[in-house]
C-alpha cells in the first residue's frame, strides 16, 4: 500500500521562512542612497546617471530575457526607442501639458506592448528555434531605424527630434524619480525571479520540452513576457525623452541592442543586480572616458567583454555573489537553502474512475518519416487500471509510438483518444490536459533547479504558482510521493537536479509525471539507471497505480524480467507494426514473438519464460 510520506525530519526545512526581507533590506539601502546622492554629486554626474538609470531599467529586461529564459535578444534598444519617440513625436508636434505627457505615456505603453504582441508571435511561435527568435530580434531595431529615417521632418529622421518642451522638474527631481523607480522594478524583478512562477522561465530555459510534456504552453509564456518587459522599455524610454529633450534614431538601433547585450553579459547575466550595475558602470565610466579615449574606450569595452565571456563566462556578478558564502547565511538571502515541506494532496478518489471507459484508444495510427513507415496500423485500447507495456526489438517503433500518444503533432495518419477526447493535432500542452502524463527515455528534468522547484513546476497546471513567494509546502498526490521516498528524493528535495545521480534524475521525472495526476502514463523505460532495491520499489508503485488508483500506465522497457513482473497485457511491436497483443503468458508462450526476436542478441523468449516460470511458482 502507498504510504503518505512522512513529514517528521523536515520540520526544519518547513520553519526556513522565504521571507523577503532581503530583498526589501537592499532595496531599502538602495533607496537611501538615491535620496542622498544628489546632495553630493556634481551635476553632471548626476545627468549621467539619471541616463544610465533608464539605460539599466532596459538592462533588466534583457536579463530576464536572456539570462533567465534563454531568449538571447538584441530587439530591446526598439522597445526603449518606442517609449522615447512617443514621447519626442508628442511633445514635439502637440505640444506639451500634463495630458500631453500622459497621453505620450499611454502611446509608448500601448505601442510597445502591440509591437512585442506581433514580435512575440512571430518569434516563438510552435516550432520556431531559438535561433529564429534572435534573428527577428536583431531585424527588430534595423526595422524600426529605417523607419524613422524615412520619417521625414516628422521623426526628425538622422538628427531626430530636439528642442521640444520637456516636463520641467529639477535635477535632483528627475534623478529621484529614476533611481527611485529604478530600485523598484530591479525589486519587483527580484521577486517574481525567485518567486514558483518566476521558476518555470529558468524550467523553460533549462528544457523546454519537459515544460511541454507538463502541460505548460512556453510560448504564451514567452510572449507574455515580451510583452511585460517591452512596456518596462518602453516606460524606461519615455522617461529618457522626458529628461534628455533629445531623440534620435540611434536610441532603438541595433548597436544599442547590441550594447545591452555587453552591459548584461559583463554583469551577469541572470543575476539581475549584475545587469543593472553594469549598465550604470559602464555608461558612467564611457561618459568620461569616450570624450578623452573614443576609441581606446571602445577597444577597452570590447577586449573586457571578450576576456569575461572567455574566463567568466557567468559574468562578474556570480564571482561577487560566491563571496556570499563568507557572510552569515542570513545575510547571503540564501533563497533556495529550505526545503519545502511535502504533504498529500487530496486526489481524486480511485473508486469514482470508471474503468470500462477506455483510457487510450489508438485506430490504425501510422508514422512515416518521408518515406521510411516507423509505424503502420497500430491499433491499441487501454482501459484505467490496467498496466500495458511495450516490448519489441530495438528499432521496433515503441519510443515513436510513445511520441505520437502524447503530441498530437507526431503521427501521420489515424485517431488517438485519451479519456474519449480526439487529440487531433493538437500540441503536447493540450494534451496534458486530457490527461496524459509522458516521462521520456532518458532523464529529463530542469538541471539548475532543486528537486522541489522541479516538483512545483510540475505541479504548476494542477494548482497555479504564486507570482510573489515560494511556498514552504509542497502537496503532491500520495503516489509521488512514494517514488520519491522510495527513492530517498524526499530528503534532497534542496538539491540542484544537475547534482543528482542518473537513477535519481529517472526517479525524480517519473514523480514530476505523477505530481500531473494523469489519467494515462506513458512510461519509457522508467527504471533505467535504477538499482535492484529501487527498480522493484518502482514496480510496486507502478502495480498500485494501476491496481489501486485506477491509472492506465503504458510502458516501454527493456528489462522483460521486470515486464512479466508488473505487466497486466503485453504488445509487441515489430518493425512498426503489432504482431501480439495478450497476457503475459500468451506472448511467452508465442511462438512468432519467439521468432520475432530470434536473431536478437537480448535472449528475450528465455527471460520471459523463466520469469512466468517463477511468478508460477510464487503463486
Ligand atoms: N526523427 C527521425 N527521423 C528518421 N527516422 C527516425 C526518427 N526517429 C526514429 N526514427 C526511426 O524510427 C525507427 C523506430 O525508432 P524508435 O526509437 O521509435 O524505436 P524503439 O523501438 O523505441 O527503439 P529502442 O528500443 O532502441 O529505443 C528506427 O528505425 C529509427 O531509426
Redesign the pocket.
Known sequence: MINSISTSGLTRQARASRSLLPVAGVSIAALVLVAVMPSVLDTYLLNILIRAFCFAMVALTVDILWGYTGVLTFGQSAFFGIGAYAAGLVFTHMGFSPAHAWLALGIAVAGAAAVAVLVGWLSFYQGATPLYASVISLVLPIVMTQLLFSGGTFTGSSSGLTGYTMIDLSLEAWFWIAGVTLVLVTAAAWVFVHSDAGKILIGIRDNESRCEYLGINPSLVKIGLLVVTAVVASVAGFGYASFSGVVAPELSGFVFGTEIIIWVALGGRGTLIGPVLGAIFIETTSAYLSGSLPFLWKLLVGVGFVLVIILLPQGLMPLALRLRRFLPRRLAGGVNAAAPTLLEAPGQKPHSIDRSTPAMRLEHVAKN?GS?K?LEGIDIVAYPGELVSLV?P????????MRCMSDGAERTSGTIRINEHDIRRLPAYRCVGFGIGRKF?TANVFESLTVAECLRIARAKVERPSLLRQKNTLSLPSYALAVLRATELDRKLDQVCRNLSHGEQQALELAMVLALEPRVILLDEPTAGLTKAERTKIGHILIELSRDYGLCCLL?E?DLDFVCEISSRVVV?HQGKIVMQGTVKEVVESELVQSVYAGNATPVSQALQQATASKGATA
Do not use: R
Open positions: 518519416f521510411l516507423v519489441g530495438n528499432g521496433a517503433g515503441k519510443t515513436t509510438l527515455q516501454v527493456h511491436l
